[in-house]
């Protein structure tokens, strides 16, 4: 008696011997499979190239999901230059928050920025950015090792907004001491746009204005 054969035989069988149809080509010139275009029934041939044709559109949808990364990254990074030519032109460090932030407002076209620094030298204690600072701040930015980056709740900092009711998302960044952990400030960023600061962003290009940041406040918080 024969064995009954099972798909999964057939399909081993098939697969280990790929000459097969090389010896019996009327019957693969017979074989019909159903499309997934309606249903209707189509050759071999015609399966494998609409198949083909599949895998060429996903990798057309692939590659201009890159193209559009690379723009948008692109349109970041000269942004990102912008602003690092404002924080070089300004040399007054008494005058060097505000205009980061400013900075920050007209390249970036955030509605929201502000920042607080501690441990500001004589020249600073009176300054704005040494004002208003709680310890939780102080805490918060100890602990803050990556950006916050997501719905504007009740995070520290926020309150330094003067438009904190209009803001939906933020940014949350801890300014450091260059290669150490010790925080010494706190960047805050809001927007009107509940997903401008979506908590599924990557935060790595927010860690570099973090650090850009921290290396041109360094002198003023010390």
Not at 88 to 95: C, G, K, P, Y
Not at 99 to 117: H, I, K, N, P, Y
Not at 169 to 190: Q, Y
Request: proline share 3%.
């Amino acid at each position: 008696m024969t064995a009954k054969l099972d798909s999964d035989t057939v399909a081993l069988y098939l697969e280990d011997n790929a000459h097969f149809f090389d010896a019996y080509p009327d019957l693969l010139a017979g074989l019909r499979l159903t499309t997934q275009l309606g249903g209707r029934t189509v050759s071999l041939q015609d399966r494998q190239m609409e198949i083909m044709r599949e895998k060429l559109r996903i990798l057309e949808l692939k590659h201009a999901n890159l193209m559009r990364v690379a723009k948008d990254n692109d349109a970041i990074m000269d942004k990102f230059h912008q602003w690092v030519d404002a924080l070089l032109i300004s040399r007054n460090e008494q005058n060097l928050p505000e205009s980061l932030l400013q900075a920050m407002r007209d390249v970036f076209g955030v509605e929201g920025a502000s920042l607080r620094l501690w441990g500001g030298a004589n020249n600073s204690a009176d300054a704005w950015f040494n004002k208003d600072i709680s310890d939780e701040a102080k805490t918060y930015a100890q602990q803050l090792t990556q950006p916050y980056c997501g719905p504007a709740g009740e995070q520290e900092g926020l309150n330094w907004l003067d438009n904190k009711a209009a803001i939906q998302s933020a940014a949350i960044v801890a300014l450091r001491k260059p290669d150490t952990k010790e925080s010494f400030g706190l960047l805050v960023l809001g927007s009107h746009d509940p997903l401008r600061f979506s908590s599924e962003l990557a935060t790595d290009f927010l860690m570099r204005i973090g650090q850009t940041a921290s290396a041109a406040l360094i002198g003023t918080a010390t």
